[in-house]
C-alpha cells in the first residue's frame, strides 16, 4: 500500500501559468481534502470532497478548483497561478467524512 | 466556528527530559481530536487521536495526550525525549456530528520542538 500519493513533489510556475496537483490514494477512502500549509498558519483546508461526485470549498478556496475524479483521485488546479499561491500543498483522505484523515507527502509549489 | 491554539511556537528540550505541548480548542460541543507530527520536509504522521470515552490516549512513539473537557484542553506528553523526537506538531480538531463543518480538520499554528543532546 503506497497509502497517499501525490505528483508533482516540486514544481515552479511564473505568475499566471496554470498547473494541476494530481492526488491519488489506494486506501479505498470516501473521503479526500487539499490543504495548504504556510509557515506560522498550520495547515489551511482548501477543499474537499465528502464522498465520490460531491466536492465543497474549506477556509481558503479562492483561486482553486478541485475535481474528484474518482473514488481514488482528486486534483487541485490552479488557472491563474498567483506569487500568494507559494506554498506547500497536501493530499489527504479518509475512510468517512470525520473519520482519520491520512495525508501524503506534499507538494512544495513556488510562484514567481 | 471552531479554533486551536498552540501557544508555543518554538519549544526546546533535553534528551531525556519530559516533554508537553499545549492545545486549546474553542468549540461548542467536544469535537474529535488529533495530533499529527511532521518532520522536515515530510508530510503528517498521525501521532494519536481522541474520539469519546477514556481521555488519556496513547499514541506512538511512546506519546500519551490527555482530554480535559473543563479547561478545553489536549495537551501532549512525553516522559523522555529522543532526539528523533525533534519535528513540528500540529494539533487539530474535527465537528463530531453532522452539519457543514462535519469532516473538516482545523489545525493549529504548530509547535517546532528541537533537542539538545
Known amino acids: 500500500n503506497a497509502g497517499v500519493t501525490q505528483t508533482p513533489k516540486f514544481q515552479v510556475l511564473k505568475t499566471g501559468q496554470s498547473m494541476t496537483l494530481q492526488c491519488a490514494q489506494d486506501m479505498n477512502h470516501n473521503s479526500m481534502y487539499w490543504y495548504r500549509q504556510d509557515p506560522g498558519m498550520g495547515l489551511r483546508l482548501i477543499y474537499y470532497?465528502?464522498?465520490?461526485?460531491?466536492?465543497d470549498k474549506g477556509e481558503v478556496p479562492n483561486g482553486y478548483n478541485v475535481s474528484r475524479l474518482n473514488k481514488r483521485e482528486f486534483s487541485l488546479r490552479l488557472e491563474s497561478a498567483a506569487p500568494s499561491q507559494t506554498s506547500v500543498y497536501f493530499c489527504?483522505?479518509?475512510?468517512?467524512?470525520?473519520?482519520?484523515?491520512?495525508f501524503g507527502p506534499g507538494t512544495r509549489l513556488l510562484v514567481l | 466556528a471552531q479554533s486551536v491554539t498552540q501557544p508555543d511556537i518554538h519549544i526546546t528540550v533535553s534528551e531525556g527530559a519530559s516533554l508537553e505541548l499545549r492545545c486549546n480548542y474553542s468549540y461548542g460541543a467536544t469535537p474529535y481530536l488529533f495530533w499529527y507530527v511532521q518532520s522536515p520536509g515530510q508530510g503528517l504522521q498521525l501521532l494519536l487521536k481522541y474520539f469519546s470515552g477514556d481521555t488519556l490516549v496513547q499514541g506512538i512513539k511512546g506519546f500519551e495526550a490527555e482530554f480535559k473537557r473543563s479547561q478545553s484542553s489536549f495537551n501532549l506528553r512525553k516522559p523522555s525525549v529522543h532526539w528523533s523526537d525533534a519535528a513540528e506538531y500540529f494539533c487539530a480538531v474535527s465537528p463530531n456530528a453532522g452539519g457543514t463543518s462535519y469532516g473538516k480538520l482545523t489545525f493549529g499554528q504548530g509547535t517546532i520542538l528541537t533537542v539538545h543532546p
Open positions: 489527504a483522505s479518509s475512510e468517512l467524512r470525520g473519520g482519520t484523515q491520512y
Open positions: 470532497s465528502a464522498s465520490e461526485g460531491t466536492t
